[in-house]
């Protein structure tokens, strides 16, 4: 009698027991959203950072966190702003405990936030990665480091400590300027004056000065055109280029159009202004500036102004004239 023969099973592999000590804990969907916020954190402040190394102008923070490529928005810019106000301490810090080697010397952005979460981050686990692993065994010599710094600067308190590292509060006067197409200076001084000090500035004309942190977004003269929030070295462009009604002008690089709506303004509207734009989304920015100034004389080009025939109705462009005020010989 033939014996059942037990069907040849292959034993289960027995799953591998965790004792790789490399192997990254699980984390929970607070620890991950903090990872996650860290690393693109550390991407804007690279950005940042390196435009202020090379003295070069980079968008706003707020820009940087606003590119789609950022998931976490409010935290990313929480982070990359705490961890800047705080960076000269944070450099301090970790120099004196001697943290940045060089491995973590390349990935320093990370190192500085991670450090902003482990000095004065509200307890947050410092879970995750590599990096976080690094400083969260360093985490006692960075604060002691930090503790001696406060008392070598003689401070009451860590707020106290935190203040000293401030830069002055540097309080700039708000400025607008009044869009002649529409109002002239004297009855926005009076609109204005009816809350606020205010009075014209003494070089450009058209700018009115008021006093720091005035808030004018939501005042009517400003949404409907009549001024615009516009900052002094901003309004001397125009100013300087000085163009007369009649001229033809070409802004080159325009949105939002703040200087474009100004040359109109100075033109009286007579004359005309290509306004040329490369980026889609800005160019609709450019057009509502344009609609909410009333200028009838400026139009919108989407496109490369690097594209444009300099043979073509553009050939007359007096290059001198696009910089300087040549007064006519
Ligand atoms: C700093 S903003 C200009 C600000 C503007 N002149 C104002 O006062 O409101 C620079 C603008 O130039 C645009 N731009 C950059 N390169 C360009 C190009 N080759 N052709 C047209 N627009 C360009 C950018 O998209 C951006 O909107």
């Known amino acids: 009698m033939a014996r059942n023969k037990a069907p040849s099973v292959k034993p289960k592999p027995k799953p591998k027991q965790t004792t790789d000590k490399s192997a990254k ?41 606003y590119s789609p490529s950022i998931r976490n928005k409010k935290a990313t810019f929480a982070l990359v702003c705490q961890t800047l106000k705080h960076l000269r301490i944070i450099k301090d810090v970790l120099e004196s405990a001697n943290i940045l080697n060089s491995k973590w010397k390349r990935q320093e952005e990370l190192i500085y936030i991670i450090a902003y979460d482990v000095l004065f981050g509200k307890e947050i686990s410092l879970v995750g990665g590599d990096a976080e692993k690094f400083l969260a065994c360093r985490k006692d010599a960075m604060q002691s480091a930090l503790a001696k710094l406060v008392v070598r600067k003689k401070a009451k308190n860590i707020d106290d400590f935190i203040a000293l590292y401030q830069p002055p509060d540097i309080t700039k006067p708000c400025y607008v300027r009044v869009n002649t197409l529409k109002l002239d200076v004297d009855s926005a001084l009076h609109e204005l004056g009816k809350q606020f000090k205010v009075q014209k500035d003494d070089m450009i004309p058209h700018l009115l000065v008021l006093p720091p942190h005035t808030d004018l977004h939501n005042h009517s003269l400003v949404l409907n055109g009549s001024i615009f929030v516009q900052g002094k070295a901003s309004s001397m462009v125009a100013a300087v280029l000085d163009p007369k009604p009649g001229w033809e002008v070409l802004d080159a690089c325009s949105a939002p159009g703040n200087k474009t709506v100004h040359l109109a303004a100075l033109m009286k509207g007579k004359g005309k202004i290509i306004a040329c734009e490369l980026n889609k989304d800005r160019a609709k920015r450019l057009e509502d500036t344009v609609r909410l100034s009333g200028a009838a004389n400026i139009e919108v080009l989407h496109g490369d102004f690097l594209n444009i025939d300099p043979k073509g109705p553009f050939s007359k462009v007096n290059k001198w004239k696009m910089l300087f005020k040549i007064p006519d010989a």
């Not at 607070?30 to 190394?53: C, I, M, N, P, W």
């Open 25 to 65: 804990p699980r984390l929970n969907n607070a620890e991950r959203s903090a990872y996650f916020a860290r690393r693109e954190a550390a991407k804007v402040l690279h950005t940042v950072l390196q435009g202020d190394a090379k003295r070069q102008a980079v968008a706003s923070i707020k820009s940087l966190v």
